[in-house]
């Protein structure tokens, strides 16, 4: 009978209220019983061990912190060196792309620059709400980690392309404001991508400013 090795595994988010926190704690409870899994909030309450997963993570992860681990991952959302940066999902969607590659990748000093394990797309019809949106994401994310742990004697990283590079700057709240004089269908991709607890739409008019929920009946 072939005995499967153990692994400590480590996930590393930033905040308990990102809506992928409760799929990664769903994915812990599913992980085989032999490997060990830690969901933790911050780089100082990790030790070491084989796979640290840098999973919505806004954190610095210096080399030091790294070589704590045979492996240290990201999950990214663009095809890479296309779309660095921040929230990279969200900015294709307001470009009216609908198949958007999410990559797995090896944390570097520079951001978003390490060589890419995995591949996925994420195919999106166009109605999706924010959280449509993200389940799906988090179903992809928790693929390719599960696809890493399984994989990583056989996966051969590559190194990204050198061309075609660019960055996505960090959303603000002030990205989701809603220009009152255009229509809804102008501006639907912006009303859909925007969390309606963390960073909601929201429109000023005649000296106010108004939420925007929107929700599937």
């Not at 993570?57 to 990214?76: N, P």
């Not at 799906?136 to 590559?158: E, R, V």
């Not at 960090?170 to 220009?179: F, N, V």
């Not at 991508?193 to 925007?212: M, N, S, T, V, W």
Request: overall charge negative; proline content about 5%.
């Amino acid at each position: 009978m072939k005995v499967l090795k153990a692994m400590d595994i480590t996930i590393l988010t930033s905040s308990q209220d990102h809506p992928i926190y409760n799929s990664l704690q769903t994915w812990k409870n599913l992980n085989p019983k032999h490997n060990q899994v830690e969901i933790k909030l911050s780089a100082n309450e990790i030790s070491g061990g084989d796979f640290l997963f840098l999973i919505s993570c806004s954190e610095i992860i210096t080399k030091t912190i790294r070589d704590k681990y045979k492996y240290c991952l990201i999950v990214h959302a663009s095809d890479l060196p296309s779309g660095r940066g921040w929230s990279p999902h969200i900015w294709q969607i307001l470009e009216g792309k609908s198949d958007i590659t999410v990559s797995l990748l090896e944390a570097e000093d520079k951001v978003d620059t390490g060589r890419i394990w995995l591949q996925k797309t994420m195919h999106l019809e166009g109605h999706e709400l924010y959280n449509e949106i993200n389940e799906c994401l988090s179903d992809i994310t928790l693929n390719l980690m599960s696809a890493a742990i399984d994989q990583y004697n056989k996966i051969k990283p590559k190194a990204q392309r050198t061309d075609d590079i660019s960055y996505y700057p960090k959303r603000t709240p002030s990205d989701s404001e809603i220009d009152p004089s255009l229509t809804i269908e102008q501006q639907f991709d912006l009303l859909r991508i925007a969390d309606p607890d963390r960073f909601p739409a929201f429109f000023e008019l005649r000296g106010q400013r108004y939420k925007i929920k929107i929700e599937k009946i």
